[in-house]
Nanobody, 124 residues
Framework: QVQLVESGGGLVQAGGSLRLSCAAS????????MGWFRQAPGKEREFVGF????????YYADSVKGRFTISRDNAANTVYLQMNSLKPEDTGVYYC?????????????????WGRGTQVIVSS
């Protein structure tokens, strides 16, 4: 099993930056693919970014491509989401998730473990 704890959220003005962290505990963290998702009030949870176990392969939602960067440090059991040029529409609760290799990266139902989320609010 893997336990995930997100941190780094907060209130930021449009155009600003935040760096989210997801600390993992448990066995075999480096064997898991990791994803970031977000959920705005009244909306469904949506895919933000994905990183493979090695950190080599990444995918992003079109809405964040070029602004967000996902990375991982397997030695530190941590995944990061660097968010730049933030927009009000980026507001939401951000969740990290872990799943087996080979999952459909944008499908939240294929991830096995989830954190409790960290709130991001971008003011205009």
């Amino acid at each position: 099993q893997v336990q995930l704890v997100e941190s780094g959220g907060g209130l930021v003005q449009a155009g600003g930056s935040l760096r989210l962290s997801c600390a993992a505990s448990g066995k075999n963290f480096r064997s898991y693919a990791m994803g970031w998702f977000r959920q705005a009030p009244g909306k469904e949870r949506e895919f933000v970014g994905f990183v493979s176990w090695s950190g080599i392969t990444t995918y992003y939602a079109d809405s964040v491509k070029g602004r967000f960067t996902i990375s991982r440090d397997n030695a530190a059991n941590t995944v990061y989401l660097q968010m730049n040029s933030l927009k009000p529409e980026d507001t939401g609760v951000y969740y990290c998730a872990a799943g087996d290799q080979g999952l459909t990266y944008y499908n939240p139902s294929e991830y096995d473990y989830w954190g409790r989320g960290t709130q991001v609010i971008v003011s205009s």
